[in-house]
C-alpha cells in the first residue's frame, strides 16, 4: 500500500512541519499559530517557520504524488499486474495528449493576456486533455497486453472522440472563415469563400481516396497549425488591436436623416 | 484500477509497449525518457549560443562609457540584460541539466524509463512554448518591467513575457517531478541511497531545491501580473505602471546567490561521476561526496532573499551572510574528494581491480573533453562561490557591485561547462555516437577561458566601486551609470570581460560544429567506451527501447561496472 518513497517523504515533511510548529512556538508564537499557519495567533519567527513548514509540505506533497500515482512503483506495477518479474519495459504507451496539453496551457497563458474566449479555449482543451490522459493511464493498466489495452480504450472512448472531433473541426473552420471574411475586403471575400470552398472540397476528395494518410504529414501539419495558432495569437498581443475609425455623425437638425454614418 | 483479463509473461507481452520511434508522429508521442531528454538538450543548446551572443553584445556596449549605444535607449539595454541573465538560467542551465539527467538518470538507477513520461514529454513541449513566448515578447517591446512607463501595448507584451516565464517554471517543475521521483522509486534492486550514481544524486538534490523555489517565483510572477494589470492598488503595490525595474527586482533573487547555486548543484555530480572514471577508480570518498552534495543543495535554497520577504537590505539579514559564508565549504569538499579520487590510491588504499574497464586513464583521460569539463566546471563554481563569499563580507560592501554579476557569470558558465562535459560524456547513451574530442576540447577550453575572463573582471571592478547595472536602476535617486575610483581601469576590465563573452560565443559555436560533425560520422560506438563504473555503461549504444535486453542485476555498490569485474580485470 504504501510505497518506500511514501514512506521516506512522508516521515521527512512530517519532521519538518513538526520541527516548524515548535520552531515557532519557542521563537514568540502565541496561543494557535504555528498550529493554524498564523490564522489565531503569531507563528514566531516567519523566516525560519516559513522554511520549515514550506519545505515539510513540499515533502509531505511528493509523499502523496508517490501513492497516488503508483506506475513510478515497479514493486507495485508488478504486484499490480499478478506477476513476480518487475517489468522491463515501461508500460506507458506513446500518446499525443502531453504536446497538445502543452499546447493548450500555453494558449491558456497566452489567452489571460490576449482575450477571455482564448483563454476558455485554452481551458476547454485542458479538460478534454486530462479526460484523454486518465483514459489513456486506466487503459494502459487495464491488462497485460498493449494491444488490449488499446482496443479497450477505443472501445469505450471512439463514439465520444470521433463526433466531438469532427464537430470541434467544424465549429473551428466556420469560426475561421468567418473572421477572414470581416476582415477582407468585399471583393476579397469572395476570393477567400471560392478559395476556402475548394480547399474543403480538395481535402475531402483527398482523405476519400486514402484509406491511409501518413501519420508524420498529419503530425506535421497539426503542429504547424497549433505553433501557428500561438504564433499568431502572440502578434496579436504584441502589435495591439487595429483601430477603428468608427463613422462620424455630422451634426444634423433634429428629425433630420443624413444618411451618414449608416 | 480493474483487471479485465489474465495478464501474460510481462516481459514478452510488455515489449510491444514500446515500438521503435521513428518519423515526426513519434517524435509527437514517444514515451522514450532518451528521445525526451535529446528535445531538452537541443533546446538547452540553442538557448546557450542566442545566450552567449546577447552576452557579447552586452559587454562590448559595457565596453564604453555610455551603455545604450547598442540598443538605442536604457530600458532597451534593460530588456536585454534581464534577458541574458534570466535566459542563461531558465532557458540555458536549467534545461541542459533537466535534459541530460531525462537521459542519464532512468539508465543510471536501473530503470527501464523515467517516471510519469508523459508528463516529461508534456514538460518538455510546454518549456519550448514557454521559452518561445518569453523571447518573442521580450524582442518585441515586452521583458521584465520598462523603465520609462508602462503603455498599452508594452503593458500587454510585459504581460506575455510574465506568462512565458511562468510557463518555462512550470515545465521546470514538471520535469523536477520526474526525475526526482524516478531517482527515489525507480532504484534497481540493491540501490540504496548512498548507492545512487552522484550525477543521480545531484539532480535529485537539484530537483529537490527546484521544487521549493521555483513555486516561488512563480508566485511573485502572479503577483506581479496582478499589479501589472489592476494597477497600483495596495500599500504594497511595486509601481510597475509608473515604470520601474520593479519585475526584475521581485525575481532577481532567481540569478543571485544564494539561489543561483542552486542551479549548478548537478556540476558536483557530473564532477562526482566523472573522476573516478578518469581515475580508473572507485569514488575515494563517494559518502562524503554525497553529503557535500547534499550540504550544497541546502545552501542554495534562495526563495526567502527577496525584497518580497526581507525589505531591500535581505543582503545585510544574517541567514543571508552565512549562506553566502558557507556556500563554498562543500564546493572546496568536493574538489577535494575528487582530487583525493584521482591523484589517491582508491578508497581501501588498494589500486582497484576494476581498472582495465576500458578508456583513457591518467594525464589523457584529464585531458579528455569530460575530464577538462568536469574540473574546469568545478573549479569556476568554486570561484563563483568564492567571489559569493567576498559579496557577503559586510565592510567590503560588495553587495550592489558588479560582484554580483560576476557570481551569476562564474556559477552559470560552470554549470554550463558541466553540461556540455556530460553531453560529451555520455554522448554514446545520448545519440549513440561519439562527439570530436578535438572541437570539444577547444569548445571547453573557450567557455572555461572565457568565463574566468568574464567573471575575472566584474570580480575586479566590484571592488573598484563599479555599481551594477540592476542595482544602479533600482532606486530612481542613484545615478544610472556611477563614477567609479579609477574609471580607465574599469573601462580596461570591460574590454577583458568583453573578450571572455566572445570566447564563450566561440565554444558555443564550436559546440554546434562539433554536433554538426558527429550527425555526418557513422560506425558503431562501444558500450562503454571510456570505463564508466555505472549501471548506464551496462547497455548498448545507443540504449534499445527500455534501456537493457535483461534487468540490472543486484547492486552492491555505488560503482557496479567495478564489482563484475574480477582482480584479474575480467568481466566476472
Request: hydrophobic share 50%; glycine share 12%.
Amino acid at each position: 500500500m504504501f510505497t518506500t518513497g511514501f514512506k521516506f517523504f512522508f516521515g521527512i515533511g512530517m519532521a519538518l512541519a513538526t520541527g516548524a510548529v515548535f520552531y515557532g512556538y519557542t521563537t514568540g508564537g502565541n496561543h494557535m499559530g504555528p498550529l493554524s499557519m498564523g490564522w489565531k495567533g503569531g507563528i514566531g519567527e516567519h523566516l525560519g517557520y516559513s522554511l520549515l513548514l514550506g519545505l515539510g509540505v513540499t515533502a509531505m506533497t511528493v509523499a502523496l504524488f508517490l501513492v497516488f500515482f503508483r506506475d513510478a512503483d515497479p514493486a507495485a506495477q508488478a504486484h499490480y499486474m499478478g506477476v513476480e518479474q518487475i517489468p522491463t519495459n515501461s508500460l506507458v504507451t506513446a500518446s499525443f495528449w502531453p504536446v497538445v496539453g502543452a499546447f493548450a496551457v500555453g494558449t491558456m497563458a497566452i489567452g489571460l493576456v490576449l482575450h477571455t474566449a482564448v483563454f476558455v479555449t485554452g481551458l476547454v482543451v485542458c479538460g478534454v486533455v486530462a479526460i484523454e490522459w486518465l483514459m489513456d493511464g486506466w487503459a494502459d493498466r487495464a491488462t497485460g497486453d498493449p494491444e488490449a489495452n488499446r482496443a479497450l480504450r477505443n472501445r469505450v472512448m471512439a463514439p465520444i472522440e470521433i463526433p466531438a472531433l469532427g464537430a470541434a473541426i467544424v465549429a473551428l473552420g466556420v469560426l475561421a472563415t468567418s473572421r477572414i471574411l470581416l476582415a477582407t475586403s468585399k471583393l476579397g471575400s469572395v476570393v477567400v469563400a471560392g478559395v476556402v470552398s475548394v480547399l474543403i472540397l480538395g481535402i475531402a476528395v483527398l482523405f476519400a481516396r486514402k484509406t491511409r494518410i501518413n501519420k508524420n504529414i498529419l503530425a506535421g501539419s497539426v503542429l504547424l497549425l497549433a505553433v501557428a495558432v500561438l504564433v499568431g495569437g502572440i502578434v496579436a498581443t504584441v502589435t495591439g488591436e487595429r483601430d477603428f475609425h468608427p463613422h462620424e455623425v455630422h451634426d444634423a437638425p433634429h428629425g433630420t436623416d443624413t444618411g451618414e454614418g449608416h | 484500477m480493474t483487471m479485465t483479463d489474465s495478464p501474460p509473461a510481462a516481459n514478452t507481452a510488455l515489449a510491444a509497449a514500446s515500438p521503435r520511434v521513428v518519423g515526426l508522429f513519434d517524435a509527437l508521442t514517444t514515451t522514450d525518457h532518451k528521445r525526451i531528454g535529446r528535445l531538452w538538450i537541443r533546446s538547452g543548446l540553442l538557448g546557450l549560443l542566442a545566450a552567449t551572443l546577447v552576452g557579447v553584445v552586452l559587454t562590448i556596449e559595457n565596453s564604453n562609457s555610455s551603455p545604450d549605444d547598442v540598443f538605442g535607449g536604457i530600458n532597451n539595454y534593460f530588456q536585454y540584460f534581464s534577458l541574458y541573465r534570466f535566459g542563461l538560467v531558465l532557458l540555458v542551465v536549467a534545461p541542459l541539466f533537466v535534459g541530460l539527467a531525462t537521459v542519464v538518470v532512468p539508465m543510471q538507477v536501473g530503470a527501464t524509463n523515467i517516471a510519469f513520461p508523459r508528463a516529461a514529454h508534456g514538460a518538455v513541449w510546454l518549456f519550448m512554448i514557454g521559452a518561445g513566448t518569453t523571447v518573442v515578447s521580450v524582442v518585441s517591446g515586452g521583458g521584465w518591467g520598462a523603465l520609462d512607463g508602462v503603455t498599452g501595448a508594452e503593458q500587454d507584451a510585459i504581460a506575455l513575457t510574465l506568462a512565458g516565464t511562468g510557463l518555462v517554471i512550470v515545465s521546470l517543475l514538471a520535469a523536477s517531478v520526474c526525475v526526482a521521483t524516478t531517482v527515489v522509486s525507480l532504484r534497481t534492486s540493491g540501490m540504496n541511497l548512498m548507492r545512487v550514481p552522484l550525477f543521480a544524486w545531484s539532480m535529485l538534490v537539484a530537483a529537490g531545491v527546484w521544487l521549493l523555489t521555483l513555486p516561488v517565483a512563480l508566485s511573485n510572477l502572479v503577483l506581479v501580473y496582478f499589479d501589472l494589470r489592476g494597477g497600483p492598488r495596495t500599500p504594497e503595490s511595486f509601481g510597475i505602471a509608473e515604470g520601474s525595474n520593479a519585475i526584475y527586482s521581485q525575481i532577481g533573487w532567481l540569478v543571485e546567490q544564494p539561489q543561483i547555486y542552486a542551479f549548478a548543484i548537478p556540476v558536483l555530480g557530473v564532477l562526482g561521476t566523472i573522476a573516478p572514471v578518469v581515475a580508473k577508480r572507485r569514488h575515494a570518498q563517494h559518502v562524503i561526496a554525497v553529503a557535500l552534495i547534499g550540504l550544497f543543495g541546502l545552501l542554495s535554497v534562495g526563495g526567502w532573499s527577496q525584497p518580497w520577504f526581507q525589505g531591500d537590505n535581505y543582503d545585510e539579514k544574517f541567514v543571508f551572510i552565512v549562506f553566502g559564508l558557507f556556500a563554498a565549504i562543500p564546493v572546496l569538499g568536493s574538489i577535494g574528494a575528487a582530487a583525493d579520487t584521482i591523484v589517491g590510491r582508491g578508497s581501501d588504499g588498494d589500486p582497484d581491480p576494476g581498472a582495465d574497464v576500458g578508456g583513457e586513464r591518467g594525464l589523457a583521460g584529464l585531458l579528455s573533453v569530460y575530464g577538462l569539463g568536469a574540473i574546469g566546471a568545478a573549479l569556476l563554481l568554486l570561484a563563483g562561490t568564492v567571489a559569493g563569499l567576498a559579496r557577503v563580507i559586510q565592510p567590503w560592501d560588495l553587495g550592489d557591485r558588479t560582484t554580483v554579476t560576476s557570481v551569476m557569470n562564474l556559477v552559470l558558465f560552470s554549470a554550463a561547462a558541466a553540461a556540455i562535459a556530460g553531453i560529451w560524456f555520455w554522448a554514446p547513451k545520448i545519440g549513440g555516437r561519439e562527439l570530436p574530442v578535438s572541437t570539444g576540447r577547444l569548445a571547453m577550453l573557450d567557455v572555461v577561458a572565457g568565463a574566468v575572463l568574464l567573471g575575472g573582471a566584474d570580480f575586479v571592478n566590484g571592488f573598484l566601486e563599479t555599481p551594477a547595472f540592476g542595482y544602479q536602476v533600482a532606486g530612481s535617486s542613484a545615478p544610472l551609470v556611477a563614477e567609479p575610483s579609477n574609471q580607465g581601469f574599469v573601462e580596461a576590465m570591460n574590454v577583458v570581460g568583453a573578450i571572455g563573452a566572445v570566447l564563450i560565443a566561440l565554444g558555443a559555436l564550436a559546440v554546434f560544429a562539433a554536433m554538426a560533425k558527429a550527425m555526418r560520422s557513422s560506425g558503431a560506438v562501444d558500450d562503454n567506451p571510456y570505463g564508466g563504473q555505472t549501471l548506464e555503461w551496462t547497455t548498448s549504444s545507443p540504449p534499445p527501447p527500455g534501456n537493457f535486453s535483461e534487468p540490472p542485476g543486484r547492486v552492491v555498490s555505488e560503482a557496479p561496472l567495478l564489482d563484475t569485474v574480477n582482480e584479474n580485470g575480467e568481466e566476472a
